[in-house]
């Protein structure tokens, strides 16, 4: 290249990284653009969020007509794939989306925190029959012989549990007793079908009707200073064309409107 082209090609090239704003304040990616055509968001849910979301879901469907949302509950232990369309994941805890990441269907850059659970872990037996369980030392008793508590390994609900267990001095008694939920099998009917003395679930979980189930009855719970606090995180699934959509959802829910959001679905925003 002859000295003046090469003179001119660096001039242009400074003239194109000062656009860019290399060197100075860089311009903030353009969001994703507004489908031109209706598009349905499948959304991946843990049963603790699913009325909250709801509420959550309803101010952006209105600012973003053509974007709909289908909610999708799932269980931590089988956590689901990306589908066809643009999908998001909500999980109820680190350990979960950690597995996504490992499984190579969330990029962990995306994963974003949002919330947190500030709703205590409850251990609830069968409102009628069972044995008579009173309180949570009451499930060393002998006559207790299985409590269901998810894989400490693979979900955060069972970490915090076991680790709540352990500052009250009760693992070592239960944890001969306790096994993880099967899979696809809901852990509320294995209680009351006497198939299980007790269990710990989100006790959120328990209020998606307004009150716990008749059926059910809570034995006590655990105090939040017992575990750490489990954060809800959310990331777009797969890498789709559609995927921005998704990610987009995931923005705001981290954004100040979604905060607000949040808040008046009765989350505390991270």
């Not at 209706?38 to 974007?67: D, M, N, Q």
């Not at 609830?124 to 069972?130: L, P, Y």
């Not at 499930?139 to 693979?154: E, Q, T």
């Not at 007790?198 to 009150?211: K, P, Q, T």
Request: with cysteine; charged share 20%.
């Amino acid at each position: 290249m002859r000295p003046a082209a090469l003179v001119g090609s660096v001039v242009l090239l400074a003239a194109a990284l000062l656009i860019g704003g290399c060197g100075g304040a860089s311009k903030p990616p353009a969001p994703p653009a507004e489908p031109a055509e209706p598009v349905t968001v499948t959304l991946y849910i843990p049963c603790v969020l699913g009325g909250p979301l709801r509420k959550v879901i309803a101010p952006y469907e209105a600012k973003h007509p053509k974007v709909q949302f289908a909610l999708q509950t799932y269980k931590p232990s089988e956590l689901p794939a990306a589908s066809k369309g643009p999908t998001a994941i909500i999980t109820a805890g680190d350990i979960e989306m950690a597995s996504l990441v490992r499984a190579g269907v969330v990029n962990q850059a995306d994963a974003r925190t949002f919330a947190i659970n500030t709703y205590p872990l409850a251990v609830v037996t069968a409102a009628e029959g069972g044995v008579g369980l009173r309180s949570r030392d009451d499930l060393a008793k002998p006559s207790v012989k299985r409590i269901l508590i998810d894989d400490p390994a693979k979900s955060s609900l069972g970490a915090a549990a076991k680790q709540a267990f352990e500052k009250l001095g009760l693992w070592e008694k239960l944890r001969a007793k306790v096994a993880a939920p099967k899979p696809g099998v809901m852990v509320l009917s294995d209680i009351v079908e006497k198939k299980a003395d007790a269990a710990v679930v989100f006790r959120d979980c328990l209020l998606e009707g307004g009150s716990p189930p008749k059926t059910i009855r809570i034995v006590g719970e655990m105090p939040l200073d017992l575990y750490p606090l489990i954060p809800y995180r959310a990331a777009a699934l797969g890498a789709g064309p559609q995927q921005p959509i998704a990610r987009a959802f995931v923005d705001f829910l981290t954004g100040e409107e979604g905060k607000e959001a949040l808040r008046k679905a009765g989350l505390k925003p991270s």
